[in-house]
């Protein structure tokens, strides 16, 4: 097994690093912030949002003490909002429990909602120079190369050897410069297609670069074919022209998001009485259809679907409208949707409507 060129990374590292905003701190708390965002996105997308993130929130008990809405609407469009919900719950408890100071040990820092081993590995190692070793799809992809390691990496046995070696070789003088020199190797020069070997400060002893088999390490099985649900959803108008809004549960995904109300279409049902029957079976009215205002389609991790939205007004004998599986409703102004946090694909919803105004 080759030995692991530990001072030419760091040496490459503190050449080529890029700049982020992040890297400009030494406060535990705006590095756990970057952490969080940086989870399943890219850097380019997460910079201006941990920018305004941090401008409402400087400081932990800011962020502890911050109405809910205000902190996913300023995460409305990064994606997976269960992250900026558990961010300020465990913020919370850092506030109130720990006197605004993120914990220094492995074992308490796990103890804080949303933050698992990678997160808990990163922030220690950045923030207090404690010597745990990070794996995401870039250090896999790194280490699987140099090592050879052609087993596939959707297996947690693969990962966890991925793990071993990474803690076997983390510079334990510099582990925070060592753990994003080896991410931002991956991300900008071992790179999934086309790495850059010529550049690489590891390519002397990478063994699939000796063997010429970038191409086929690491070894990632085929997912399974991604699902693909059609929602139908109802823009109900009253008399005022003013628009209903519901809440989303606070733990259901998309949770404590605003939304259009409706529902996934059941196999071989019509998409425009799968939105009477969801309006129906959510707000216990019934309402009569008048046109589809637009289709939207969106990609979540593990499915997509398509979304068919249709303006609706109450039937004449329908029920007032009532939050029977959401956490309230509200009927708003369509000029005012701007101010609710809405989930990507209503998003599109809420500024093709503000557009018609």
Aim: charged share 25%; glycine share 6%.
């Amino acid at each position: 097994m080759p030995e692991f060129p530990v001072h030419e990374l760091l040496t490459w590292y503190r050449l080529n690093r890029r700049e982020m905003p992040w890297r400009k701190t030494n406060d535990p708390y705006r590095i756990w912030v970057s952490e969080i965002m940086l989870q399943q996105t890219r850097v380019d997308t997460v910079i201006p949002y941990y920018q305004r993130f941090l401008d409402a929130f400087p400081t932990v008990h800011d962020l502890a003490t911050a109405d809910r809405q205000e902190v996913l609407k300023l995460w409305e469009g990064l994606g997976y909002y269960s992250r900026a919900r558990n961010l300020q719950d465990a913020a919370q408890t850092v506030s109130r429990e720990l006197n605004g100071q993120l914990p220094d040990s492995y074992k308490d820092i796990l103890k804080l909602k949303g933050i698992g081993p990678y997160t808990a590995a990163a922030v220690l190692s950045i923030a207090f120079d404690k010597p745990y070793a990070v794996v995401d799809g870039n250090v896999l992809r790194v280490l699987t190369r140099f090592y050879g390691i052609e087993d596939d990496i959707r297996r947690q046995s693969t990962k966890n050897l991925v793990q071993k070696l990474a803690d076997e070789i983390i510079d334990r003088e510099h582990p925070g410069d060592f753990n994003q020199a080896i991410m931002e190797l991956g991300a900008t020069v071992c790179t999934p297609s086309r790495p850059e070997c010529w550049n690489c400060p590891l390519a002397a002893e990478c063994i699939a670069n000796k063997t010429a088999s970038t191409g086929q390490i690491p070894f990632k099985s085929p997912r399974k074919k991604t699902p693909h649900h059609h929602i139908g959803v109802g823009l109900i108008r009253n008399q005022s022209g003013h628009l209903l809004i519901a809440l989303r549960p606070e733990e259901a995904m998309l949770g404590g998001l605003w939304e259009f109300p409706g529902g996934k279409k059941k196999p071989n049902e019509n998409i425009k009485d799968t939105v009477k029957r969801e309006l129906k079976e959510e707000l216990g009215c019934m309402v009569t259809l008048e046109k589809e205002l637009m289709v939207v389609k969106h990609a979540y991790s593990h499915f997509r679907i398509t979304l068919h939205a249709w303006w609706c007004r109450l039937s004449p004998d329908s029920p007032d409208p009532s939050p029977r599986s959401s956490q309230q409703i509200r009927w708003v102004k369509p000029s005012d949707l701007s101010n609710y946090p809405f989930p990507k694909a209503n998003k599109v919803l809420t500024e093709k409507v503000m557009k018609m105004r």
